[in-house]
């Protein structure tokens, strides 16, 4: 695994730690932290031997979004160019962005956001790109970019009304406000609310173990079909799935699941 200067990553049967490691900036997310989360993901994607992923931040906080001196560089940079370069260059940052993001979701292990303290801004780009969230009772959450006077523009928009629906989403975006454990959860943000810190790694990896347990290639499938699903018709993602399932109902890992059961005995599968 390469070495990542901020982010701490640990790899253990099967499950792949993730630490935002910006503690003394509340993990918010700078160039350096923006860039080795795509290519760790990426990593992890690509590496058999990691089966579920646990994204988490060291020290009070989830992240508190974009690192302000980010965007403040970025406004420098920008300022001596003149409005189509600007606009191109500001273009191509933005994609950028979104392509780290997006790197969760296409990251084709199962990743599980666990949240504590504040989860701002970048934070519900981050998580919301996640398959699920669980969170500490005390964290607290916001879509802070309006009141940056921006958009969110790294999948907040898209993402967060699939998961708790449109009026809800559209409120919470358009005011910026502040809301916590209770609410994400009782909205359907959260999956599982723990009364701490400790708790909630002890959760969020139970999870993952159970997550390592299954066969990687029918995860890794299932993950797929789901995110074809969302994005398609009904006609076409059913054909989708048709075709994604013949290779694992012709392959060896339903053996292995079937001769499990008739032992009583969990199966094993390659990674």
């Known amino acids: 695994m390469k070495h990542f200067t901020s982010l701490a990553v640990t790899l253990q049967d099967g499950i792949a730690q993730v630490e935002f490691n910006r503690p003394e900036r509340a993990n918010a997310f700078n160039h350096t932290l923006w860039a080795e989360l795509g290519t760790l993901m990426q990593t992890l994607d690509a590496t058999p031997s990691v089966r ?9 906080h989830f992240t508190a ?21 600007g606009a191109a260059r500001c273009l191509e940052t933005i994609l950028w962005l979104q392509a780290q993001v997006t790197a969760i979701e296409a990251c084709r292990k199962p990743v599980i956001a666990a949240i504590h303290g504040a989860c701002l801004g970048g934070g519900i780009d981050i998580s919301s790109a996640c398959d699920f969230r669980y969170a500490t009772a005390d964290a607290r959450f916001a879509v802070k970019e309006i009141d940056l006077a921006i958009i969110a523009d790294l999948g907040t928009l898209q993402r967060l009304p699939r998961i708790v629906g449109e009026g ?11 809301f916590g454990a ?90």
């Open 168 to 178: 809800v989403a559209r409120e919470l975006i358009l005011t910026g406000r502040e």
């Open 182 to 271: 209770a609410e994400a959860e009782r909205r359907g943000f959260l999956n599982a609310v723990f009364p701490d810190v400790a708790a909630l790694t002890a959760g969020a990896l139970a999870t993952a173990q159970v997550l390592a347990s299954k066969s990687p290639l029918a995860l890794r499938g299932t993950k797929a079909a789901l995110n074809f699903s969302r994005d398609n018709d009904l006609a076409p993602a059913l054909h989708e799935v048709a075709e994604r399932n013949i290779p694992l109902l012709l392959g060896p890992d339903i053996a292995e699941a079937l001769s499990a059961q008739r032992a009583g005995s969990p199966p094993r599968y390659p990674d």
């Open 65 to 85: 979004g974009i690192d302000l001196d980010f965007l403040l560089a970025l406004r420098s940079d920008l300022a001596p160019l003149d409005a189509a370069q």
């Open 52 to 60: 579920a992923v646990v994204l988490s931040g060291r020290g009070r």
